[in-house]
């Protein structure tokens, strides 16, 4: 089987089940996004190969994304779940999503601010990766009117991701000692840094 099929030279594929679509169609704009987020998944995941930052679970993830994709590249995605030719996403993955952040969150220092991104190098992919996930939530949001059941468990297990990247990128920092860098506006930064700040102005 060869890489390449020419088949999409004109701007245009098909999805799971026979229709053809442009490039630009909004499903394929959902599951392209996907698939860059799993690969964003992937470089957070090689820098942290033995699992000392506690990443090991995105490897489920992967797989997760890969059901999820599968089933936005469907024509008929009830018919082709019906019958066995795409998976589904497994029952009690967004709760498992929900007890994963609240385990990481127990060992993490409260909030008070927003967090800048970045830290250590495992830290700093899994914030872009939380924008991408965003993204994909964001681009999918605008197919619910012909697509409502993705509400059911599609949308929240991606914005309940979200959270996992956020609280993971703070826990694998926190764990390679890289203190987080908060957010302060001018108004909480005190008179005289504000008044610093007008005068480089």
């Not at 594929?13 to 987020?37: H, I, N, P, S």
């Not at 991408?132 to 697509?147: F, G, K, N, Y």
Request: one cysteine or more; hydrophobic letters at 40%; aromatic letters at 4%.
């Amino acid at each position: 089987m060869k890489i390449y099929t020419r088949k999409g030279d004109r701007g245009r594929t098909k999805l799971f089940g026979g229709d053809e679509v442009a490039k630009g169609d909004t499903r394929v704009e959902a599951y392209g996004t996907l698939d860059e987020l799993n690969a964003a998944l992937g470089v957070a995941l090689s820098l942290d190969p033995d699992d000392t930052l506690g990443m090991g679970g995105l490897a489920a993830v992967q797989e997760d994304l890969l059901v999820i994709g599968s089933r936005l590249a469907a024509a008929r995605p009830d018919r082709a779940m019906a019958r066995g030719a795409i998976p589904v996403l497994p029952d009690g993955r967004v709760a498992e999503l929900e007890a994963w952040i609240d385990s990481l969150d127990a060992e993490l220092p409260s909030l008070d601010a927003f967090v800048v991104p970045g830290g250590s190098p495992a830290g700093a992919h899994l914030h872009l990766a939380r924008t991408v996930c965003r993204r994909a939530e964001r681009i999918m949001s605008t197919l619910l009117d012909e697509q409502p059941d993705l509400s059911q468990r599609i949308l929240p297990y991606i914005n309940r991701l979200s959270d996992v990247l956020f609280t993971l990128a703070r826990y694998a920092n926190r764990r390679a000692g890289k203190t987080e860098a908060p957010w302060l506006p001018v108004r909480r930064r005190g008179a005289s840094s504000a008044n610093s700040d007008r005068e480089e102005v």
